[in-house]
């Protein structure tokens, strides 16, 4: 890891053993978020990640409840772009769709606005950690639902053990930091 703000970023991870149930260790992005520099760089990586991989090819950033909403806003606007909200069901007013998934320690459900995208429109979905992957699977599924193109997923953190890039199949995956 030679990227100085990658290793900057990657000081102000915290763990957190059996949180918030006995047998996860949660990965604490609060620090990254308390110092702007560290919050900067992110934001500027993922950033410069997707202007190499997309070039000007995505119309939107879809930020992910919640912690997906702390990093889709500022990286849709550091690419000039909108960011759309996936939230957890129930917290969208007017006509949604609705996806189920399994978490890591628990299920829920997503919910997007039936008007949030046109067909064809390209997105990559954010947020703050990818575990098992179910919740960005069913961000995938909703977007699918809405006949947009995801080209992307990324995240700050991903968890390597529990295998949740290999849920999103052909989807293309990104992280800034990997942990077991």
Sequence with gaps: ???????????????????????????????????????????????????KA???????????????????????QELGLGCILIRKRGKLPGPTVCASYALEYGKGELEIQRDALEPGQKVVVVDDLLATGGTMCAACELLG?????????????????????????AVPFFSLLQYE
């Design 54 to 76: 997309h070039g000007g090819r995505i119309d939107y950033i879809a930020g992910l409840d919640s912690r997906g909403f702390l990093f889709g806003p500022s990286l849709a």
């Design 145 to 169: 639902q809405l006949r947009a193109e995801v080209l992307e997923c990324v995240s700050l953190v991903e968890l390597t053990s529990l295998k949740g890039r290999e849920k999103l199949g």
């Design 1 to 51: 890891m030679a990227d100085p703000e990658l290793q900057l970023v990657a000081r102000r991870i915290r763990s957190f053993p059996n949180f918030p149930i006995p047998g996860v260790l949660f990965r604490d992005i609060s620090p990254v978020l308390k110092d702007p520099t560290s919050f900067r760089a992110s934001i500027n990586l993922l950033a410069n990640h997707l202007k």
